[in-house]
């Protein structure tokens, strides 16, 4: 049985397209995302939002004018300040989108803000900058109000600055707490969802090499047949040695996605490699199963064939965009023992429980699901290999 266990694992290590779908599809994939989704987590710093000020002799005798120029001046502005000299000037910025708004004051004092009508601009973070530049103008109203009535009600107040300055101020405590054990982010769902198409990509390994065991696949099958040695003796190391090999690969292609896609697991790496084995158990017995189909189909064929259902089960886990991923949430919705019999959405959830939540069960219940669904096609493999009959031998 070592000779058998350790002769499987040097065939598939000098098999091009077992390295090549099991060890470098993945890590190639994971690049490609890498370069896709790293410019969306960059974007992290708020863009100074245009706004066009008019610039007459109210606006720079006004306190408003002031706080303007505190917001455009800091280290990280929040506003681009465009001088014009006219309101009609500040008016035409704004129509024609060079301006998401203009601030003026009026002859009495009074700030004044200029928005263009909701909807004129198809830009998403335009009803962000409209929503912003209305806080700063309330903000100031609210506040003046405030030192009004001061004077008016208790002049005295104003001897105390900090007193003063407490009032206006419009900071308040924050306490940040998180519902999940990482900090949400949809991209990683995608990074889930490749390890669970890398998974069952790899039930090609066993595939390969339960299909060898077969004694019309060639000649070295015919000889192991005729040997003596049972056909259990031959598959139970055949398939430990797959197991090896694609539970080796997909650690390799988990810490590489780790490294570049910056996933942190906080210290759960370990429960990750468990999931990997299970994974790969699950693989194997799925490989296991197409290799030792009764019939004459050959090894390609087979492939194929797991190619085509690898395929077809990782766009209801979401892989292939954002529009795949919201049907897999719709599917998930309407049918969750979806989720539980598609093994590429089985491995992404497992995954997704490690990272998110505090709690164990998930990820147990799912290890548990894995492992059965590995049994039942070691099961039926093992039925289809006692079932051959060879009288032309």
């Known amino acids: 049985m070592w000779t058998t266990f350790t002769t499987t694992v040097r065939t598939l290590l000098h098999t091009p397209s077992a390295v090549v779908w099991t060890l470098v599809f993945p890590i190639v994939l994971a690049t490609v995302f890498n370069f896709m989704f790293e ?19 109210a606006w720079r005798t006004s306190p408003f004018s002031q706080v303007i120029d505190a ?15 006219s309101t009609k000037d500040a008016r035409s910025f704004v129509k024609d989108g060079q301006a998401d708004g203009a ?21 998403s973070s335009y009803n962000v900058n409209r929503a912003i530049l209305e806080s700063i103008l309330t903000s100031y109203l609210q506040n003046q109000s405030l030192v009004a009535n001061v004077v008016q009600n208790n002049p005295a107040a104003l001897a105390n600055a900090s007193a003063i300055e407490a009032a206006l101020s419009q900071t308040v405590d924050v306490a940040q707490v998180s519902l999940t054990r990482a900090q949400p982010d949809a991209m990683v769902r995608f990074y889930y969802a490749l390890l669970g198409m890398a998974s069952i990509f790899a039930a090609q390994l066993a595939e390969q ?23 259990m003796r031959l598959l139970i190391p055949t398939i430990a040695g797959c197991w090896v090999v694609s539970t080796a690969f997909l650690a390799i292609a988990f810490g590489y996605i780790c490294l570049t896609a910056h996933i942190d697991f906080a210290g759960r790496e370990p429960l990750c490699l468990i999931g990997i084995a299970v994974a790969s158990l699950l693989s194997c017995g799925l490989g296991a199963l197409v290799g030792s189909i009764p019939g004459r189909m050959g090894s390609d064929s087979r492939r194929g064939l797991l190619t085509a259902v690898t395929c077809l089960l ?18 998930a919705k309407a049918f969750p023992a979806v989720t539980w019999i598609n093994p590429v959405c089985l491995v992404r959830d497992l995954f997704y429980s490690v990272y998110y939540y505090d709690a164990l069960a998930p990820f147990a219940l799912r290890i548990a699901a894995g492992t059965a669904m590995a049994a039942v096609f070691l099961a039926i ?13």
Do not use: C, K
Request: aromatic residues 6%.
């Open 103 to 123: 601030f003026s004051v009026q002859s009495n004092g009074e700030p004044l803000l200029v928005l263009a009508p909701t909807g004129t601009s198809s830009d």
């Open 314 to 331: 990782s766009l209801f886990a979401g892989l292939y965009g954002q529009p795949t991923m919201e049907l897999a949430d719709s599917v």
């Open 39 to 57: 410019p969306l987590r960059a974007q992290e710093s708020v863009e100074a939002i245009d706004v066009a000020v008019v610039d007459d002799d």
């Open 209 to 231: 090499s339960v299909w060898r065991l077969q004694p019309t696949a060639s000649a070295e099958g015919a000889r192991r047949a005729v040997s003596g040695t049972s056909r």
């Open 71 to 85: 917001l455009a001046t800091q280290d990280e502005p929040l506003l681009r300040a465009v001088p014009v000299n």
């Open 381 to 393: 493999s093992v039925a289809f290999m006692r079932r051959y009959t060879h009288e032309h031998l």
